[in-house]
């Protein structure tokens, strides 16, 4: 029953997740027709008078959909009406859709109309919740089975016991200490009607934990002397030297003031995503679009987050100076050398649905955001907004498909935990890529391959071939090459050569200065910021700067400890404000005697994405 709820829910992700696992396989991406025909299986009957018609409405969607497959696949009409877009369908679906149809049928003879998804939904939301509620203390299989890799961890997951599942849904955490894994931890269910455990391997969504991603790329390419700091963005980017009005304004836009959020375009584009949101889905024009925004204050004046904007200047800049797709840059400086291939993305690739977590929001949450949009320590441009009813959307928004799908740098990460903390161990030794991911938890870190395909209509003894030779060599750390190297299997073709020879990400001594805005890069940062270029500064409470990393809607975050080359992930999927983030951090600090971040403290000063959990 768990497809029924999420289909009256729209969610896309969780419906394809549902159907994969019933046993249902497509030879071809198509979400939103295999959207459309599943809810055709639950459509409301109509009187006899209306059925006609509704067999014409019907009949016109299938020849729509026949069209899109035709596009897609570039086939001829014969092809298509000959090719079967689906290799296998579950049997018990089958049953289900005859007996409805059945049931359908007799209403329209008696002249009746019946809302099947008002008759199902109770019974699949009661046989979900029941198998859901029964939390940690009588379901043992509440934590996943994954040994324990310190004392630490044994104590973190009794933490996660007593929070059960009234204050989890699903959750990941994972931690490095002087390179070596101590903890690697997941616990709950995939969302809040599917039932599915959250195992290591399993993509969260993480918000505003991008952008530490999206930074990094952009100080990947000033590492490697593509792109300067100091630069003007005009100058990378032609198109952003606006109209012939601001052009002054714009040639005063940096790089930096990007990376600091005070480039003065804190609310560039808000304008066109109030009429249209799904403008986010197209990457090209929300370029465009960012590309003609006026900054509103003077750059370099005033620190205001970039709650969107960020992740589309970034990535403009990223394109423009490396005259590569943004997607190509996150594998070459990121995921490749890190081997966290098939666990870190900005938008997701076909294929990966059955791996993720679904966002929720409980309704009390809602009335807590309703007295923290009074707080006097808000960012102005926030009291203004209903925080209730952006908090209700997010979720709906970013579980659709398309969104899912959408490079959206500054808020549309998909990773989990063991692939963000190896991220932060690296950045918190300057750049080393640690050791090997912990051999102990299952599946290994970057076993998948990180563009699934789908199965052909025909397909030849050579497609057979490759196709062995990744699934032989796909758990051994040495197939990175060969996988890379394959276009069935990456986004982009590895032209770089063997990521094994890669020791470290970034060669500069002075980067962690770079990341803070210290030293020699304090002339870069607005004085008192909350940001040093492109990452949160976290202070302790005895106002050291050591740390640095990104938080996001909910309670997700990763940062990185340089003074104690600590890295930790922490992913969600329940957008809380009840600090159940805050108590592990301090739980792991503790144990470890490590300096508490003011972030994760109980009264500390709190960053924007901590402040109110938003993107």
């Known amino acids: 029953m768990f497809h029924e709820h999420v289909l009256w829910q729209g969610d896309h992700v969780a419906l394809l997740a549902a159907f994969a696992e019933m046993g249902l396989k497509l030879r071809v991406d198509m979400p939103e027709q295999a959207m459309n025909i599943a809810t055709v299986f639950f459509r409301t009957s109509t009187p006899a008078s209306e059925a006609l018609e509704n067999v014409k409405t019907l009949a016109e969607q299938r020849e729509k959909n026949m069209k899109v497959l035709q596009e897609k696949m570039k086939m001829n009409k014969k092809?298509?009406?000959?090719?079967?877009?689906?290799?296998?369908f579950p049997g018990d679906a089958v049953i289900f859709a005859r007996v409805v149809n059945l049931l359908r049928g007799l209403s329209s003879t008696l002249d009746v109309r019946v809302v099947y998804f008002d008759i199902m939904r109770p019974f699949a939301e009661s046989t979900l919740i029941g198998s859901i509620s029964s939390g940690p203390t009588r379901n043992s299989q509440w934590i996943y089975d994954s040994p324990i890799q310190s004392n630490v961890e044994a104590k973190l997951r009794q933490l996660l016991v007593e929070l059960g599942?009234?204050?989890?849904?699903?959750?990941?955490?994972?931690?490095?200490?002087?390179?070596?894994v101590i903890i690697d931890t997941a616990a709950?269910?995939?969302?809040?009607?599917?039932?599915?455990?959250?195992?290591?391997?399993?993509?969260?969504?993480?918000?505003?934990?991008?952008?530490?991603?999206?930074?990094?790329?952009?100080?990947?390419?000033?590492?490697?002397?593509?792109?300067?700091?100091?630069?003007t963005i005009s100058n990378i980017w032609p198109e952003f030297s606006g109209s012939k009005n601001d052009i002054k304004a714009r040639k005063k836009d940096h790089i930096h003031h990007v990376l600091n959020h005070s480039s003065g375009l804190h609310n560039a584009m808000s304008d066109v995503m109030r009429g249209n949101p799904l403008l986010m889905c197209d990457w090209e024009e929300s370029l465009r679009h960012i590309a003609m925004s006026v900054p509103e204050t003077d750059p370099g004046s005033q620190?205001?987050?970039?709650y969107l904007s960020f992740g589309w200047l970034c990535g403009g800049v990223i394109e423009r100076a490396s005259g590569k797709k943004f997607q190509h840059i996150l594998e070459e400086a990121i995921i490749h050398p890190l081997n966290i291939e098939g666990e870190l993305y900005i938008g997701i690739p076909p294929g990966v649905e059955s791996r993720l977590a679904t966002l929720t929001l409980d309704k009390e949450e809602l009335q807590n955001l309703l007295e923290i949009r009074s707080r006097q320590d808000m960012p102005s441009s926030?009291?203004?907004?209903?925080?209730a009813e952006i908090a209700s959307t997010l979720p709906i928004l970013f579980n659709t498909l398309n969104i899912r799908r959408a490079i959206i740098p500054a808020a549309n990460g998909h990773c989990s935990a063991r692939a963000l903390a190896r991220y932060y161990a690296s950045l918190a030794t300057g750049g080393l890529i640690p050791p090997p991911h912990s051999s102990m938890s299952k599946p290994l870190l970057g076993h998948h391959v990180h563009v699934p395909t789908f199965p052909s209509a025909k397909q030849s003894k050579k497609?057979?071939?490759?196709?062995?030779?990744?699934s032989a060599n796909k758990h051994s750390p040495s197939s990175n090459t060969n996988r890379n190297n394959s276009n069935?299997?990456?986004?982009?073709?590895?032209?770089?050569g063997d990521w094994k020879n890669i020791g470290r990400i970034f060669s500069s001594p002075k980067i962690h200065d770079a990341f803070m805005g210290l030293g020699e890069y304090s002339d870069l940062v607005v004085p008192n910021g909350k940001f040093g270029l492109g990452f949160r500064n976290f202070y302790t409470a005895n106002r050291n700067l050591s740390c640095f990393g990104h938080s996001g809607v909910g309670g997700s975050t990763g940062f990185c400890d340089i003074e104690h080359n600590f890295s930790i992930a922490i992913t969600v999927n329940k957008m809380s404000l009840d600090g159940v983030t805050r108590s592990?951090?301090?739980?792991i600090c503790s144990e470890l005697n490590i300096p508490l971040p003011e972030e994760f403290s109980r009264f500390g000063e709190k960053g924007p994405d901590m402040q109110l959990q938003l993107i």
Request: contains cysteine; neutral net charge.
């Open 188 to 231: 709950g269910v995939l969302g809040r009607y599917d039932p599915r455990p959250v195992q290591p391997d399993t993509l969260f969504p993480v918000f505003s934990v991008t952008k530490g991603i999206t930074a990094g790329m952009v100080h990947w390419l000033v590492d490697k002397g593509e792109l300067e700091l100091t630069e």
């Open 488 to 496: 069935t299997a990456n986004l982009v073709a590895n032209t770089e």
């Open 165 to 180: 599942n009234e204050k989890i849904v699903g959750i990941q955490v994972c931690a490095y200490k002087d390179g070596k």
């Open 382 to 387: 926030l009291q203004q907004v209903n925080l």
């Open 303 to 306: 620190q205001l987050y970039h």
């Open 79 to 88: 092809e298509v009406q000959r090719f079967n877009p689906i290799d296998a």
């Open 584 to 587: 592990i951090v301090q739980l």
């Open 463 to 470: 497609k057979w071939k490759i196709k062995e030779i990744v």
